[in-house]
């Protein structure tokens, strides 16, 4: 199983922004579509976004859309996630998660995830 | 956008007994289902994929079935380190998505 570790979550205000990271080490990075999937207290797993191994095409759910944006640098084998004019909603546990080479797929490594709490 | 959605949401279940959890999609997803296991604190685990395959290191225990619509998970003889909420994942198309999990107990 490879180790993916999530940083730069924390506390921030409504309206503001945050960029997450994942660092993905010991695996082929640049051959993988990659994601990001989060739970907000008491909900299930949400999925959020998925990147294409070259970063070209980008997938997101509704709620983030124009909000967020996935990107990745295959060079340093990390992925990111910007996330601007954040609500209550997107309080939740973010994970970064690896997909297969092929597009639309499960999950078959994730990271411990990083809290990102909004809020006054 | 596909809906999946599981039942029950919580199963009290005893030690070493049988269990299956349930999970349907709002249309066609063929094979493309996947189930998780979660413990708090915990990074989600992988357990079954194509509906019916387990993934690497997963006990065989753990059985999927299903496609189209309708899937189900079971655990054959329930161990202790497998109370968790299991979740299912359709990634047939985009938007891709999740149930909202089965929280195994202990009875």
């Known amino acids: 199983e490879v180790q993916l570790v999530e940083s730069g979550g924390g506390l921030v205000q409504p309206g503001g922004s945050l960029r997450l990271s994942c660092a993905a080490p010991a695996f082929i990075f640049s051959s993988y579509y990659m994601n990001w999937v989060r739970q907000a207290p008491g909900r299930g797993l949400e999925w959020v976004a998925t990147i294409n191994p070259s970063g070209r095409d980008k997938y997101y759910v509704a709620s983030v859309k124009g909000r967020f944006t996935i990107s990745r640098d295959n060079g340093k084998n990390s992925l990111d996630l910007q996330m601007n004019s954040l609500g209550a909603e997107d309080t939740a546990v973010y994970f970064c998660a690896r997909g297969t080479e092929l597009g639309a797929s499960p999950f078959d490594s994730w990271g411990q995830g990083t809290l990102v709490t909004v809020s006054s | 956008e596909i809906v999946m959605t599981q039942s029950p949401a919580t199963l009290s279940v005893s030690p070493g007994e049988r269990t299956t959890l349930s999970c349907r999609a709002s249309?066609?997803?063929?094979?493309?289902l996947a189930w998780y296991q979660r413990k708090p604190g915990q990074a989600p685990r992988l357990l079954i994929y194509?509906?019916?395959t387990r993934a690497t290191g997963v006990p065989a225990r753990f059985s999927g079935s299903g496609s189209g619509t309708e899937f189900t998970l079971t655990i054959s003889s329930l161990q202790s380190e497998d109370f968790a909420v299991y979740s299912c994942?359709?990634?047939?198309?985009?938007?891709?998505?999740f149930g909202g999990g089965t929280k195994v107990e202990i009875k």
């Open positions: 249309q066609s997803i063929s094979k493309n």
């Open positions: 994942q359709q990634y047939s198309d985009w938007p891709l998505s």
């Open positions: 194509g509906s019916s």
